[in-house]
């Protein structure tokens, strides 16, 4: 995988802190703003990158890039993935997909259209810990419950009360609750029970985005609570319940760091960033052109997305 890294926040600093060790991976390219210039050159000298582009068309131009990163705010993710697309580069693209699904689906058609890897970075998918919670599932009868929470006080909180709106409680560009942390929640009942009957959203609302929420997920004789909050912190943790038991997660939905599987603690993961696993898998499905694993986990992301929809839609 030769890969273009496009941007230059947060989640690519975190990526990078694993990026040396992913087998078979090429970082040939950091993508930035002009503006950012300096910033991108210690990036590139500090991890080994091959060049730096300030003009995203260009980078798309060179040959030794086969495959784009979309690591920018979330409103970015579906323009800056089509024109990789059609440019006939696969894309791994940062949670949340899109803003809609409509634009999600747009993309599906065109990789589709262009044989090309289009994966969502969603890192608890490939998380063994997450792996081991499905395989338990078998042997808790009858699921009834599944209840996650990951609230967490935002630090840009307070200045939003103060009237400066940053991205992540911005409405245009796809902040708020939901979209930042219940996201990973979402994924986490979805990739166990799949599409839900109904979907409701009950959001505390400021300044037309949701500062909170929780997140009622309806699959019939199964009911699922995703809580997510960035106004109001609480207990990082997950239950599965059914008639014969239950399976909890200490800690967030995007890393499972621990799961209590029959009574005991236990820990699966084999490496500890939690991106790592997700990349390595991303390197395989694009070397073997695996169509049908890139298929079976654009399904589940859909599935995400009519989530994402049909709660936005609900409030």
């Known amino acids: 995988m030769k890969l273009a890294i496009v941007g230059s926040g947060m989640i690519v600093h975190t990526f990078l802190e694993m990026a040396q060790e992913l087998p078979n991976t090429e970082l040939v390219a950091l993508v930035g703003r002009a503006a950012s210039l300096e910033k991108l050159e210690k990036m ?14 260009e980078s798309l131009k060179d040959p030794e890039i086969d495959t784009v990163y979309v690591a920018l705010p979330n409103n970015m993710h579906f323009q800056t993935a089509k024109e990789a697309l059609i440019a006939g580069k696969n894309v791994i693209c940062e949670k949340p997909f899109t803003l809609t699904l409509a634009e999600f689906l747009e993309l599906k058609d065109l990789a589709a259209e262009k044989d090309l890897v289009l994966v969502e970075a969603i890192t608890n998918q490939y998380l063994e810990n997450y792996q081991a919670i499905k395989d338990s599932i078998k042997d808790l009868g009858d699921l009834k419950i599944i209840e996650s929470n990951y609230s967490q006080y935002s630090s840009r909180y307070d200045r939003f009360k103060q009237g400066e709106i940053l991205p992540a409680f911005d409405p245009n560009m796809g902040g708020g609750a939901l979209m930042d942390l219940n996201i990973y929640n979402i994924h986490f009942v979805a990739g166990i029970l799949g599409r839900p009957e109904k979907v409701e959203y009950l959001a505390n609302v400021e300044r037309d985005i949701d500062t909170s929420g929780i997140l009622l997920l309806d699959y019939g004789e199964t009911k699922a609570v995703c809580i997510g909050a960035k106004d109001s912190s609480g207990k990082i943790s997950s239950m599965v319940q059914g008639t014969k038991g239950y399976v909890r997660v200490e800690g967030a939905t995007n890393t499972v ?54 709660a936005k839609d609900s409030i």
């Open 44 to 57: 590139k000298a500090d991890n080994n990158i091959q060049k730096i582009y300030t003009d995203y068309g």
């Open 257 to 310: 760091p621990e799961v209590e599987i029959a009574g005991e603690i236990q820990n699966f993961n084999t490496h500890q960033h939690r991106m790592f696993n997700e990349f390595v898998a991303f390197e395989k499905m694009i070397r073997e052109h695996d169509m049908a694993e890139v298929n079976k986990q654009l399904a589940h992301s859909e599935i995400v997305m009519e989530i994402l929809q049909a």
